[in-house]
Structure formats: C-alpha cells, structure tokens
C-alpha cells in the first residue's frame, strides 16, 4: 500500500516498502522544502511526479549508480574533450541549468522537471546543497547537468545537451573534479541506455544502500560551507588538468 505522508514530521517510510508496480514508488505526499529534500536524499529517495501528480518519491530497484573508476570514455569523446572549443565552470548559472534539463524533448510530451521542482532545487543550490556543472561554446550554454551533493555521493538530477556530447563533456569533468577530491559515487537513479553506454550500471537496492550510507560517513572538511568542500574546483591544483586517467 502507497504510503500517504503529513506535511509533518519530515519521515519516510523504509526504503523496503517500495512498490514493486511501479517500481520503486515509495510513497506520496509532505513537501519540497530543503528539509524534505535533504531527509529523502540521505535515504536513497527521491522525488519525480508531474504537474497533474501530488509529491511522489521513489526508490527504485535495482539502482543505476557510476562507479567514478567505471566511467567508458570513447575515442570520439575522447577526441572532443581535447579538441572541442568547450569551456566548463561549476555552479556559475543553476538556475539556466535546470531551466534547460526542463525544456521540451524530442518524443516527450512533457517535462516532470515542473516549476515547483525548479525553485525546490533552487533553494538547495542557494543553501549550498545542490550543484552544477555548465558546458559552454563561447558565451554560449551548450551543455550541463545539475544534482545534490552530500558526503562523497552526487545525486544525478538531470543533464541536457545542444551540441553534440555536450552532457557527457559535463559529466566527464563532474568525475574528474570528483576524483580529485575523493568523491566516491554518482546516483544515476533510473536505467538509461545513455548513461548505460558511460558505464553506469544497475545495482539492488540494498547495495545501493550500504554503499549511500558508507557515502554518507565520509567525513566533511570544515573550512568550507559547501557539503562537499573536498571536490576540487578547476581553478584548484588539486584537479588534475590531464584527461590521460579518463581515456
């Protein structure tokens, strides 16, 4: 049975509950606020609904996540990340990055990223929760993807993408800056055969669990306010500039 939840207290039920049809459908209801937000990502959960829907949040099983050491980039990617006339900067026009994953697709009716969710996360970027990577061709924003950041774990939100590998060029540079600064894992949420071709891959949902929670223990450096000061930024020497460890 769906698990129908108050405005108050900010609680989930566990994780196992999840419908099995849909699946992952854990329950329906309480709020978008930050700590709504922030309590469901901490558990694996996370919400996904459309403009007609009430709240629903989700815990899938199994789980795609990426393995930062299982990132597949091919020669032809490869190639444009030496030769693209692309720059990439970091948490310089959230706002521009969601409103882009939002747009109107080819073969989709509809966006589930509606404008709720949109000042929801929002208000996580502005309390330092929730970050971005954008992907420009001269002043132009070509590319990007967006999601929360907590312990060592990035939770994947969404990408998008105007030029060709536009969004896989934003999610290689999110890996290597992670890399650099000991981040662990990225959750990819659903399956898709996009990110599947990157080398994410699906895992049980208790897995995913124990990997979250070791995720989550990850101790946090204190001289920044951001939950992930440890990632590197690119003007850091700590980032690496070579791609060679990608390749």
Not at 227 to 244: I, N, R, S
Request: hydrophobic residues 40%.
């Amino acid at each position: 049975m769906l698990s129908w939840l108050p405005q108050r207290p900010v609680r989930f039920p566990p994780v196992s509950r999840a419908l099995r049809d849909p699946e992952g459908l854990l329950a329906a209801g309480g709020e978008l606020t930050p700590e709504w937000l922030l309590a469901a990502y901490r558990r694996g959960i996370f919400p996904w609904y459309s403009d007609d829907q009430p709240i629903l949040w989700w815990c899938p099983n199994p789980r795609m996540v990426l393995f930062l050491d299982e990132l597949r980039v091919s020669r032809s990617l490869a190639k444009r990340l030496r030769n693209a006339d692309f720059t990439v900067t970091y948490n310089r026009e959230f706002s521009r990055v969601v409103e882009a994953c939002a747009a109107p697709r080819q073969g989709q009716p509809g966006t589930w990223i509606t404008a709720e969710m949109h000042a929801a996360y929002v208000a996580l970027y502005r309390l330092g929760h929730a970050r971005s990577v954008e992907v420009w061709h001269q002043d132009e924003l070509v590319g990007g993807l967006y999601g929360v950041a907590m312990g060592s774990v990035f939770f994947g939100e969404s990408m998008f993408s105007r030029a060709s590998d536009a969004s896989k060029v934003a999610l290689v540079h999110l890996v290597r800056t992670m890399r650099a600064g000991g981040g662990r894992l990225i959750d990819c949420q659903m399956h898709t055969q996009h990110l599947a071709r990157l080398g994410a891959r699906d895992i049980a949902r208790t897995e995913f669990i124990n990997y979250l929670e070791s995720c989550l223990a990850t101790p946090e450096a204190t001289e920044s306010q951001h939950p992930l000061p440890c990632w590197a930024l690119p003007d850091d020497p700590a980032c690496v500039e070579t791609l060679t460890a990608l390749t």
